[in-house]
DNA sequence: CCCAAATAGTTTCATATGAAACTATTTGCC
DNA sequence: GGCAAATAGTTTCATATGAAACTATTTGGG
């Protein structure tokens, strides 16, 4: 005779993937900020922002903020301590008065390149627990799942 | 001819794997955290504290700590506000005074069992971007890395 | 052209967080 | 058996963070 009872439904964390993607992205965050807040005292954030100007600079702070997915109160902070180590510089907009252009510093630039062959690295000591075959899936796999997040799951 | 000038190293944020990592993370993570937050003023940490007592009853805040990647004072003040709103209980060791046993309560219990379905439904809502092969080969995939960052990257 | 609403960015304030110091108990070795 | 080292958990303190209020500038409709 069947069971009258409905199972109660339970929760195995290590089978949960918004769980293993939690953990997964900090184990491998943390490893990277390791390196570069030993050696540049930098904190996320402040990596975050050098990172995007580094590859396109001349972003308003906003830019920044929709390029990184941080909210504009940590890219304010992060800019003023970037600014005050002079690792970033500001400009005024020639058209708006309310927007400043930033760009890393010579100083900035010079640390931006030595990190960054550093976290390409650790990216790939990561990926190498897979072929070439199975990167490719994960990559596109990624895509699929990321399309569908910033499609259901907006942020705020 | 070919050039001499060796390229310095650029960082493509879009296609860096730790940062769609932690983007997929971040906003899979604040969706389920929106609404156990909103409809029972659960934190984060606090969640996850309860996700795994209501899977394995009766684990010290050690256990948990190991179980859910937290930091033992995370789980120290988690465990002293879900005791405050009795979602979880303590009892002591019969054989080791420093050790106390967690529980949910019934209360809590009840949180769970009615969590515990809403994050499964987003997990599936998530992985409803795969086939049913294609979640498969992500899970597999997802085992490697993590193994991988477990090796490579320790926590601390 | 003027003023209300929108936008960029900063500051303030209250809370969250992490590292280090602390208490209590147990373990292990002489 | 007794004491130094290890372990479980809490508290303290200094800093990080986020929400909301604030300033300055621009935009757009009447």
């Known amino acids: 005779m069947p069971s009258e009872a409905q199972a109660l439904a339970r929760l195995d964390l290590d089978r949960f993937m918004p769980y293993r993607l939690s953990v997964l992205s900090n184990r491998v965050s943390g ?13 996320i954030p402040e990596w975050r922002v050098m ?14 903020a929709i390029r990184t997915a941080m909210d504009k109160v940590q890219v304010s902070r992060a800019v003023a301590s970037l ?3 002079r690792r970033v510089a500001r400009a005024e907009d020639a058209k708006d008065g309310r927007i400043t252009r930033l760009s890393l510093t010579r100083q900035g630039t ?14 790939d000591l990561l990926l190498s627990a897979l072929g070439a075959d ?21 942020p705020a």
């Open 51 to 64: 990172a995007v100007l580094g590859d396109t600079p001349g972003l308003s702070a906003r830019d920044v």
């Open 83 to 85: 600014m005050r180590a």
């Open 110 to 123: 010079a640390i931006y390149h030595e990190i960054v062959p550093l976290a390409l690295h650790l990216e």
């Open 31 to 43: 490893a990277i900020a390791r390196h570069y807040s030993e050696r540049f005292g930098l904190s």
């Open 134 to 154: 199975e990167r490719r899936t994960f990559d596109r796999l990624m895509d699929k799942l990321a399309r569908q997040a910033r499609l259901l799951m907006p």
